[in-house]
T-cell receptor, first 117, second 114 residues
Framework: GAVVSQHPSRVICKSGTSVKIECRSL??????MFWYRQFPKQSLMLMAT?????????EQGVEKDKFLINHASLTLSTLTVTSAHPEDSSFYIC?????????????FGEGSRLTVL | AQSVTQLGSHVSVSEGALVLLRCNYS??????LFWYVQYPNQGLQLLLK??????LVKGINGFEAEFKKSETSFHLTKPSAHMSDAAEYFC????????????FGQGTTLQVKP
């Protein structure tokens, strides 16, 4: 299957700093990527839909100024957690859909664990 | 609107026993349904999907699921559990024709005892 890679896999930062997480589709192009957040022992909650070349679409209750999403190319989307606080600590997972020639299946990255001290 | 309910947050089976993970969905339009597996500190891997073709869907690692419209269910089964099946399992739904925006169930932790 297609490969989606996230970087970094783990990051620890101080409260008040900003952290950027990258999501790359390694062997396919993706016009749309999705960002999920997962709390310990809980399910994934969709945060936003990242659209290449346009603004991201955020789910209700997600602060767009807090979680900045940029989808600058067909293989890269970034999530920046701005002015991070301990409550932002979580596991962030991205997914991407094959642009063409596929079944529309979603492929998930390995996830990025953010710990804010 | 779509939603998914996974019955049982924790299922424990013995190695070699039948695995049954339950998933019921709610959808106002014909759904696409998915089962994903997640190992600790990893992303999600697709086990299988239903996209309005055959109602009995076979996936990877010996798993299969049957779409039952009358029961609004999509339960995941495996005839014989292996120790390596221990993981978190998620059922998900999306509107048919749009497999991008997934709504996930709460997840079920599968424990396999020797």
């Amino acid at each position: 299957g297609a490969v989606v890679s996230q970087h970094p896999s783990r990051v620890i930062c101080k409260s008040g700093t900003s952290v950027k997480i990258e999501c790359r589709s390694l062997d396919f192009q993706a016009t749309t990527m999705f960002w999920y957040r997962q709390f310990p022992k809980q399910s994934l909650m969709l945060m936003a839909t990242s659209n290449e070349g346009s603004k991201a679409t955020y789910e209700q209750g997600v602060e767009k100024d807090k979680f900045l999403i940029n989808h600058a190319s067909l293989t890269l989307s970034t999530l920046t957690v701005t002015s991070a606080h301990p409550e932002d600590s979580s596991f962030y997972i991205c997914s991407a859909r094959v642009l063409a020639g596929g079944t529309g299946e979603l492929f998930f990255g390995e996830g990025s664990r953010l710990t804010v001290l | 609107a779509q939603s998914v309910t996974q019955l049982g947050s924790h299922v424990s089976v013995s190695e070699g026993a039948l695995v049954l993970l339950r998933c019921n969905y709610s959808s106002s339009v014909p759904p696409y349904l998915f089962w994903y597996v997640q190992y600790p500190n990893q992303g999600l891997q697709l086990l299988l999907k239903y996209t309005s073709a055959a109602t009995l869907v076979k996936g990877i690692n010996g798993f299969e699921a049957e779409f039952k419209k009358s029961e609004t269910s999509f339960h995941l089964t495996k005839p014989s559990a292996h120790m390596s099946d221990a993981a978190e399992y998620f059922c998900a739904v999306s509107p048919s024709g749009n497999t991008g925006k997934l709504i996930f169930g709460q997840g079920t932790t599968l424990q396999v005892k020797p």
